[in-house]
């Protein structure tokens, strides 16, 4: 795909297909509006350095489990006809909502949401946002997991590695690193 910038004061149309763009018509010297320019470079930029494919699988992936999860969840408070269990035990609905795990469910949906729409909107702090779940991930091994020391240093040890292989895929791979380049820049574009 191209830009088509066309020069108000000539009529001038000049197709762009890479970086850099000129701030001013090669024909009449006359400058582009700072909104055509900066749109011009946005649009050249994106198609250098689009979103990486796993990002965009991830971005579906969260937008699905959220809806579906938030769909499964109201569903179980309106439906009266539920059997509800802890640790296999059977419990009343009072009882299950009252557990503090359940709280777990909307914050994962509230979570996944929240990644996934900042994913389609292109945020730059999408990187530590999906961090944190890992991150989180290690400390419920640790400290929520099982009740035996070894369990706890196997789970935790385990849950490094998740950690691992997600940094140095959103801080170590050159095209995350360059795409992330890209979406700092476009917010320092638009503060400026
Ligand atoms: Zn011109």
Sequence with gaps: MSVL??????????TLIRLPVSRECSRC???????????????LCAEAVPRPLLLTLGMGFCAFWSVLAAIITVTTLVSDGGSYEINGQPVSRE???????????????????????????????????????WLTYVLVMGF??????????????????PLGIASWYLYGKP??????????????ARIA
């Design 5 to 14: 910038l066309i020069c108000s004061a000539c009529q001038d149309p000049h």
């Design 175 to 188: 095209n995350v690193v360059a795409y992330y380049e890209r979406l700092a820049a476009q917010v320092v």
């Design 144 to 161: 929520a997991g099982w009740p035996g020391t070894t369990e706890r240093v196997v789970g935790v040890v385990l849950a490094i590695f």
């Design 95 to 133: 009882e299950f909502l009252r557990e503090p795990i359940v709280l777990l469910f909307p914050l994962a949906i509230l979570y996944t949401g929240a990644v996934s729409w900042a994913l389609y909107r292109e945020q730059p702090w999408t990187r530590p946002l999906m961090l944190a779940a």
């Design 29 to 43: 010297g006359a400058q582009y509006p700072q909104s055509a320019y900066e749109l011009a470079v946005q649009t």
